[in-house]
Each structure stands twice: as structure tokens, then as C-alpha cells.
């Protein structure tokens, strides 16, 4: 009963990811709060830009210097927006949302959160509009809490790799995260945050246990499962069109003292899905599986020598397939260090895997 229940979790998953890639795919001209931009000229009255200078911030307003948020990770737009919003506080994001609620429809602003600006369709960007620089509301306190269900309260702005250094003093980790840590917590949350994990704990959005939200009126609110529910599993994955996330309760569980780190290349496309789909299934298994596409070049083998066993020394310079794309495994079993001569992984077909080298 549990695998069953834990199978279908991981389906409604699947297709709420599978979702999300589809809609982040179609460009958008959306209005306040969203993560779209609109693409065409905007004539801004005078009085804007002196209202926007007028407010009363613990941070501060740039309109100088923004071609630094006119284009995201996707590279497909320049937007340049009017201003940047440099905030130090929740308030400062929650004043400027509800003035330009307050400055009307006609005003023609929008705005955007922006984190690393790892967006690929223009989400990050906010043309002659606001764009919120989420990384200057990092707080200095990471806190958190153990227990049977350790977590951690981090900012929206606070990225990845400083919560795993921080979780790490403890013996903790996040259950899930990306490959990228350089990324914000808002910024993965608004999307998915699809990882090697996910096939155990599901996406980075399965992973939460509480937000605080600023929503389209400029509100600051609390959400969770039982707690404006609705708000909750709208703004998880949903690309910054519900809310801003300003602040996340994340799961923790221990983290590992050791790991085994194997990459495997494959040249055939169904040997590779077939023995990626047997290793996420398989029952004590690796922990961290991910799959993707890479194109040969010169000197990948050079990179890729733990494709390989050690005790082939020719397995390399077989495998060749120049020009050629290939499709790669990276797994992970974590062990503890007492158990570092005793893990075994007799389990892992390596010789089989072997045989997809040879072109």
C-alpha cells in the first residue's frame, strides 16, 4: 500500500512538473506581479519615476545601471526595466507592490522577482517596470530547527549553496535540490525545482512546509498546507504569477558523511532511458539519479574518465563517437564512513553499461 500511495505521489508530481515546462514555454504579457514581461514600448508620465524615488525604503531604488536585469539565463529578450528594487526588508517589496497597485492600470508597470535570473522566457525580466532584486533580501540568520521533522527558515533571496553549508554544521541537507546551487530559494520554488533527489522526495515544491507570500495587492501572507492552502500549492510551480515568495520553511533530513559518484555515457538513447528508469525503481538503490544529453567533443573523454573502470584502461579510447550526441547517468549512493570498505554496488550492471561505449 505504501509503494502504491508513494507511486501515485510521484505521478501527480510528474505531471505538475510536466505542466509547469509546458506553460514556462508559452511567453506571456501579463501585469502586476507577474514574471512575464510586456514586450512593446511603454511612454511612463514623469511623476512615476519621482513617485517610485519618493518611497520610504529601508533599501533602495536604481535607475541607473539596470541592463543587469534586462535579460535572464534564456538570453532571448532585452527588457530593460525602469527601475531596480533593492529591498533590505519584506516591507520594502510589500510598499512597492501596493504603490503601484495604487498608481492603477493605466501606469503600465510591472513587476518582476528576480533571483539569479536563471529564467529562460523573459519570467525574471520586467520591461520599463520593477524588477525586485530577491538576492538583496538575504537574512544573515539562517535558522534551524532539529527534530524528528528537521527544517530551515531561510529568505526567499537566500541561495541554495548557503543553506547546505549552513544545514551541513548539523548534520543536515535539504531532501532535494539542483544542480546549480548559485540559485535563489524563490526562484527555484516558483518553479519546481527538479533534481537526482527527485525520484525519492519528490521536486524542491514537495519539499516545503511553509511560505510568506507578498501577493498581487501588496499582502503579506502565511501559507501552508492547512494554512490558505489554496495560495500555497498555486504559488509552488507557479512561475510568479500568484505571489512573491519572501520567506520558505524547507525539509531537512541527514545528510550523508560519503558518497559513491559514478558517470556513465551511453550512445544509444533506449539503453540509456531503459537503465534509467530500472535504477530509480530499483528497491535500496543508488540515491541520486540524473539523466541528460550532451554533444561529443575532443576533449570530453578527457573529463569523463569515471565513465569508465579503472581496471579498463583501453574502455576510453574505444568509446568513439566524435560529433556524436550522447546521453549521460550520473548517480550517487551515500554511505556513512564506518561503511566506506563495505558498500558494495555488486548490483550496478556496469559490465552491461560497458557495452553501450563501443560506437
Partial sequence: MGLTSSLRRNNKSFLRIFMILVLSCIPGRTNLCSNHSVTTPIDLPPDIR???DSLDLEGYISFNDVHNA???????????????LHPRSVSDISTMVRHIVHLG???????????????LQGQSLAHQGVVIN????????????????PYVDVSGGESWINILRETLKYGLSPKSWTDYLHLTVGGTLSNAGISGQAFKYGPQINNVYQLEIITGKGEVMTCSEKQNSELFYSVL??????????????????????VKWIRVLYSDFSAFSRDQEH?????????????????NRT???????????????????????????????????YFKLEEANST???????RKWRSYFQS
Fill in 50 to 52: 519621482s513617485s517610485l
Fill in 70 to 84: 534586462s535579460k535572464d539565463f534564456g538570453n532571448r529578450y532585452q527588457l530593460p526595466p525602469l527601475a531596480i
Fill in 105 to 119: 492600470s493605466t501606469s503600465n508597470l510591472t513587476v518582476a522577482a528576480r533571483g539569479h535570473g536563471h529564467s
Fill in 134 to 149: 530577491m538576492e538583496s533580501l538575504r537574512s544573515p540568520d539562517i535558522k534551524i530547527h532539529k527534530g524528528k521533522q
Fill in 237 to 258: 510551480g507557479g512561475l510568479g504569477q500568484f505571489g512573491i515568495i519572501t520567506r520558505a520553511r524547507i525539509a531537512l533530513g541527514p545528510a550523508p558523511h560519503m
Fill in 279 to 295: 535504477l530509480i525503481t530499483k528497491k535500496n538503490g543508488f540515491d541520486y539519479v540524473e539523466g541528460f544529453v550532451t554533444v
Fill in 299 to 333: 576533449d570530453l573523454l578527457d573529463n569523463w574518465r569515471s565513465s569508465f573502470s579503472p581496471n579498463d584502461s583501453i574502455g576510453a579510447s574505444q568509446f568513439k563517437s566524435e560529433g556524436k550526441t550522447l546521453y549521460c547517468l550520473e548517480v550517487v549512493k
Fill in 344 to 350: 558494495n554496488l555488486e548490483w550496478l550492471p556496469c
